[in-house]
């Protein structure tokens, strides 16, 4: 038996142990508790906030009587990590996580028949090797799609057929290099894409699946990534950066997914999408139940509406992914066009002992995805556009103390899950601008805007904001727990849910060891992340930070800059830095906006800085590597 065959054979059979002492499924269902946590992609699950045509959660509410709340989730590893800490009932796993949370005993097997509209299910992905494992159902078939090549046609007037621009240094048809203006995915699961590179260039090699390697294979395709990454600009995983780095960075082509290029197009950004010659690979999520749902009923309840043929066209259309919807079913939304059927295999992936598992949304990729079955689902409806989701936005905003004005007409537009910097010398206004926001200081004049919703309308303790000050403000008398629980319980929540709740933001900044100490116990760098965990405990969508770094040494302050932006790009929140160090604020942020004398200065764009800084924050990273 071949080494290949005899993992393979291990691995079944370790997969059949870990799941024959799972607990059955349910045979009926009660009563609704009223309450559903999931964890999903963003842009998975909307209820019309970002565009109002584009609502699938409302209408369950209403008919279900289930509350639902979102906590979305940037990676795989993400998901695998707050389905590890629990609280929640349903994740939008995807191929990897599916199997690492059905291993790790993480989600429970499902009943189909408590489900009516699995009947809507498109047979060939009813035994999904994803999510059924030793003759058990683990979750709903949610949605699945290509990861395409995405390029700047005004760079690449003739579409590129080739994965070649992204991995082999060249010339593009604007005379220019495509050195530092390409993109690939930040996780191990890119390996696959390379692999599919390698078996279309170098066939000698004889590889007949990019997730399964030989080492003689499996070498040739880190030698490939490794010439890459001279040629790469960032590693992606937030879609936003992404598309941020699309249009003001410079980044002409990169592989993406079809949610990308469809915010970017309905931006009027010259943005499009090709399927290489190579092929692609692709990946599909399932809809998976918690282990300790607390509200299984109506998590059940979620799964059937999740694959009405209604809500699957809807997410489809939005995401730009693939619903599981049987092509017989013709409802007003689930697409009525008869495609044909997709080239590429659904398997469940294995890696080779003692490598890295491969990490993402994963489908085995044999053959290219038909393009026609891509078109026909994964455009927007009724040609609607999907616009930018702003997290904040000032209009003309003033604020006055007598004569001096503090802020003078300050109009910014700053987008959800960005690092966002306000850099400038004290009194330039900053610090103004972050209490207006936080509702510490009131208008003179203009308006801000808080997601859609105006901040006048809203006192402090309403907006879905948090603020970590440079002093840290914590409680000498209070362990390290109560401090960061205290938030928790001026909103009357009870000790248990407060204790575990900030016991879960301590470990997001790697203290969950200090939580018995005192302040006077920790470091300065410690209690800087005790104060940035007592502003995450309460699950803001937006962190204000007041040069929280400037108390701190140098190297300690270097070590926090790279734990602040690895943190943001985890949580996936919206960050707004104040400082006054700009290579402080040029490491860490997306954007900067120079400010002076209250206003925001023309003509000095420091996002011009960006790479040269991106490249000293890279050094950084492996000169600290070893203790983040």
Not at 351 to 368: A, E, F, I, T
Not at 515 to 539: D, M, T, Y
Not at 567 to 574: F, H, N, R, S, Y
Request: proline share 6%.
């Amino acid at each position: 038996m071949s080494k290949k065959i005899a993992r393979g054979s291990l691995c079944v059979l370790g997969m059949a142990f870990l799941t024959a002492q799972a607990a059955e499924p349910p045979t009926s269902l009660d009563k609704g508790e009223g309450r559903l946590d999931i964890i999903a992609w963003p842009g998975y699950i909307e209820r019309g906030q970002t565009d109002k045509n584009y609502d699938w959660v409302t209408q369950f509410e209403k008919e279900s009587g289930c509350q639902v709340n979102v906590k979305t989730a940037a990676t795989s590893d993400e998901m695998v990590s707050l389905m590890a800490k629990g609280g929640y009932d349903l994740v939008t796993a995807s191929g990897d996580a599916s199997l690492r949370l059905i291993m790790g005993k993480r989600v429970q097997p499902i009943n189909p028949a408590l489900i009516a509209n699995w009947k809507t299910l498109d047979p060939r992905v009813e035994k999904g090797a994803w999510f059924n494992v030793g003759g058990k159902v683990y979750g709903t078939p949610y949605q699945w799609g290509p990861n395409l090549l995405m390029y700047n046609t005004k760079v690449f007037p003739t579409p590129p057929d080739s994965w070649n621009v992204v991995f082999v240094k060249q010339n593009l048809s604007d005379g220019k290099s495509n050195q530092g203006r390409v993109q690939a995915y930040d996780g191990p699961i890119y390996i696959a894409d390379a692999a599919l590179f390698v078996k279309a260039t170098q066939p000698q090699l004889g590889i007949t699946d990019p997730y399964q390697l030989t080492e003689e294979q499996y070498q040739a395709v880190l030698k490939v990534l490794r010439d890459q990454r001279g040629l790469i600009h960032r590693y992606w995983h937030d879609t936003t950066v992404q598309m941020s780095d699309f249009k003001n960075e410079g980044v002409v082509a990169s592989s993406a997914w079809p949610y990308q290029a469809n915010g970017l197009k309905a931006e009027g950004q010259p943005i499009a999408t090709v399927f290489p010659k190579e092929g692609v690979t692709g990946w599909a999520d399932t809809t998976m139940l918690h282990s300790d749902a607390k509200h299984p009923v109506c998590a059940y309840k979620w799964m059937n509406w999740s694959l009405t043929p209604k809500v699957q066209g809807d997410v489809a259309a939005w995401f730009g992914s693939l619903p599981w919807c049987r092509r017989a079913v013709k409802p007003a939304r689930c697409w009525e066009k008869k495609a044909a059927k997709p080239t590429a295999t659904i398997s469940s992936p294995k890696s080779p002992s003692g490598r890295p598992r491969l990490r993402r949304r994963q489908v085995r990729p044999l053959q290219p995805l038909d393009p026609g079955l891509y078109r026909d689902y994964g455009r927007p409806l009724s040609g609607r556009r999907r616009e930018m989701t702003y997290a904040v936005e000032f209009h003309n905003v003033s604020r006055l103390y007598g004569d001096v004005r503090a802020v003078d007409g300050v109009s910014i537009a700053i987008r959800d899950g960005e690092f966002f910097s306000m850099l400038g010398p004290s009194g330039s206004g900053k610090t103004t601008c972050l209490r207006l926001i936080a509702g510490f200081e009131q208008l003179s004049g203009g308006e801000i805007t808080i997601f859609g919703q105006q901040a006048s309308e809203l006192p402090p303790w309403q907006r879905d904001v948090n603020t970590v000050f440079q002093d840290y403000a914590l409680f000498p008398h209070m362990s390290i727990l109560e401090n960061v629980a205290y938030g928790l319980m001026v909103k009357g929540i009870g000790k248990k849910e407060r204790h575990l709740r900030a016991q879960e933001a301590l470990e997001k900044v790697a203290l969950g060891f200090v939580h018995a100490r005192k302040p006077s116990q920790l470091s300065g760098g410690q209690r800087q992340r005790v104060a940035i965990a007592r502003a995450l405990v309460n699950e803001p969508r937006v962190l204000l930070l007041d040069e929280p770094l400037g108390a701190l040494d140098l190297k300690l302050r270097e070590q926090m800059q790279l734990e602040l932006k690895k943190l943001q790009q985890a949580l996936g929140i919206t960050f707004i830095f104040v400082t006054h160090d700009q290579s402080e604020a040029l490491s860490m942020s997306d954007r900067v906006a120079v400010f002076n004398h209250g206003r925001i200065e023309a003509g000095r764009r420091a996002a011009g800085s960006l790479p040269a800084a991106e490249n000293g924050l890279r050094r950084r990273v492996r000169r600290h590597g070893q203790r983040l």
